[in-house]
C-alpha cells in the first residue's frame, strides 16, 4: 500500500532564510509525486508535480522540490521564504497510470514565516 | 483559470439527516473524486468516479454514501443519513485525462453534524 509521511508538523523560518518541508514516500511501483498548499479557509492548490525526468522539479510561488529514489523522498524547497508562504503544506502520491488512482496524502506540515 | 467549485461552503445538519453536497468540476476533465479531511486530520480519499461509475472507493465510502453525475455538469456526494463522525471538510477534485496529471481540488463544504 501506499503511504506518505510528513515528519515534521510545524516548520518555522525567518523571512528571507532558504525553507525545507520534508516528505518520504512508499510505494510498489513507480511513483508519481505532489505538493500542494492549503491556506486558511481554502481548497488544495497544486505546487508541482514529478513524474518522471529531471530529479529537480519547479513549481508555482519560486518553489521547488528534489526527488530522491534511494532515500524515497521528495523534500519540497524554496531559496528565500515569503511571509506570504504560512500555510499548510501536503505531500500526496499516487501509483499506478490509471487516472482512478487516488491521491494519498501525508498529515501536512505547517509552515509559518516570521518576518 | 478554469476552477472546481462546491456548494454549499457551510452545511450544519442533525444527525440521521440526509445531506447532497454539490460540486461543479472543470468542464473537460474526464476524472471525478471527492476526498474529506476531518479537523486537524489528514486528506483521506473517498471515491473515484469514471465514465459514470464509480472506479474505487475507500473503506470509509460506506453504504451510507453515494455520487451521482446527474448532468453534464454537477457531481454530488450524497450521504443518507449523517452520523456525527461525517462532520469533516468535504473537498471534490476533478481531472484530466491521465494519471499524470494533477487533480484539481474545490473550496471544499465544511459539513457540520449535531
Known amino acids: 500500500a501506499q503511504s506518505v509521511a510528513q515528519p515534521e508538523d510545524q516548520v518555522n523560518v525567518a523571512e528571507g532564510n532558504p525553507l525545507t518541508v520534508k516528505c518520504t514516500y512508499s510505494?510498489?511501483?513507480?511513483?508519481?509525486l505532489f505538493w500542494y498548499v492549503q491556506y486558511p479557509n481554502r481548497g488544495l492548490q497544486f505546487l508541482l508535480k514529478?513524474?518522471?525526468?529531471?530529479?529537480l522539479v519547479k513549481g508555482s510561488y519560486g518553489f521547488e522540490a528534489e526527488f530522491n529514489k534511494s532515500q524515497t523522498s521528495f523534500h519540497l524547497k524554496k531559496p528565500s521564504a515569503l511571509v506570504s508562504d504560512s500555510a499548510l503544506y501536503f505531500c500526496?502520491?499516487?501509483?499506478?497510470?490509471?487516472?482512478?488512482?487516488?491521491?494519498?496524502f501525508g498529515k501536512g506540515t505547517r509552515l509559518s514565516v516570521i518576518a | 483559470e478554469p476552477e472546481v467549485t462546491q456548494t454549499p461552503s457551510h452545511q450544519v445538519t442533525q444527525m440521521g439527516q440526509e445531506v447532497i453536497l454539490r460540486c461543479v468540476p472543470i468542464?473537460?476533465?474526464?476524472?471525478f473524486y471527492w476526498y474529506r479531511q476531518i479537523l486537524g486530520q489528514k486528506v483521506e480519499f473517498l471515491v473515484s468516479?469514471?465514465?459514470?461509475?464509480?472506479?474505487?472507493k475507500s473503506e470509509i465510502f460506506d453504504d451510507q454514501f453515494s455520487v451521482e453525475r446527474p448532468d453534464g455538469s454537477n457531481f454530488t456526494l450524497k450521504i443518507r443519513s449523517t452520523k456525527l463522525e461525517d462532520s469533516a471538510m468535504y473537498f471534490c477534485?476533478?481531472?484530466?485525462?491521465?494519471?499524470?496529471?494533477?487533480?484539481?481540488f474545490g473550496p471544499g463544504t465544511r459539513l457540520t453534524v449535531l
Open positions: 477534485a476533478s481531472g484530466a485525462e491521465s494519471s499524470y496529471n494533477e487533480q484539481f
Open positions: 510505494v510498489s511501483g513507480n511513483p508519481y
Open positions: 514529478y513524474i518522471t525526468g529531471d530529479n
Open positions: 500526496a502520491v499516487r501509483e499506478g497510470v490509471s487516472g482512478n488512482t487516488p491521491l494519498v
Open positions: 468542464s473537460n476533465h474526464l476524472y
Open positions: 468516479f469514471y465514465n459514470n461509475e464509480i472506479s474505487e
